[in-house]
């Protein structure tokens, strides 16, 4: 599902040239769940935006389902974001002025979908987390945790292909983040991948991979043991 071919990014900060990823292969399938992990500076960061489309490689080929990402419009990539990758963040992301129902239909009705019918599909995702009373609530009206569960559902709420989630329990006390981290132990299945950004070697073992990177380098892939 997304392959990464000996991909480089670099950055120019006045007359130096940062290199962040320096050829780098992966591929992620879908059913997996892969924890990506590194020290300050490693190209975690980086690495996220090269797989979400939110970046292209200076060098080397990004694909998502066979497509080169490089070779697609801005406008391609973004329809690309909206409709086949859900994203979850630290802080979460919600617009302060809708409900959380309307949080997670917004990419719905962002493609098109009228509103009834992207509020019906919000809901039943909004009840899948755990938050079928929570739907006519404001994000300042949610704890940390409710917030976050609202981010996961909207970043599933279009059937996408893959989640990507950068430091989502960063937020959370250790009970919460453990409750979120089983819901997207949960995601993968034979048509998702979920990809997660973590510092925390425990909620990266809810995964099924830990990729670690150093200095923009893949420093080792490994599978996390089911015992």
Do not use: W
């Not at 960061?45 to 998502?64: C, K, N, W």
């Not at 950068?166 to 409750?179: F, K, R």
Request: neutral net charge.
């Amino acid at each position: 599902m997304i392959e990464l071919l000996a991909v480089t990014k670099s950055y120019k900060q006045g007359e130096r040239i940062v290199e962040a990823v320096r050829g780098i292969t992966l591929s992620i399938q879908a059913g997996e769940f892969v924890s990506i992990m590194g020290p300050s500076g490693s190209g975690k960061s980086t690495l996220m935006h090269l797989i979400g489309a939110l970046d292209v490689p200076t060098g080397g080929q990004a694909r998502f389902r066979g497509e080169d990402l490089e070779r697609l419009t801005d406008d391609q990539r973004s329809h690309l974001r909206r409709q086949r990758i859900g994203f979850v963040f630290q802080a979460f992301n919600l617009m302060p002025t809708l409900t959380a129902a309307e949080n997670v239909a917004l990419p719905l009705m962002l493609g098109g979908t009228p509103r009834t019918a992207a509020l019906a599909r919000a809901m039943t995702q909004l009840e899948r987390v755990g938050l079928a009373a929570r739907g006519a609530h404001f994000p300042n009206e949610l704890s940390g945790g409710e917030m976050q569960r609202v981010a996961i559902a909207r970043a599933v709420v279009t059937e996408a292909d893959a989640v990507l989630c950068d430091e989502p329990t960063g937020n959370l006390d250790s009970a919460t983040s453990q409750e979120i981290l089983s819901l997207l132990a949960g995601l993968p299945n034979e048509k998702r991948a979920v990809v997660m950004v973590t510092h925390d070697a425990s909620a990266a073992a809810y995964g099924t991979r830990i990729v670690r990177l150093r200095d923009g380098l893949l420093e080792s892939d490994t599978a996390v043991s089911s015992s």
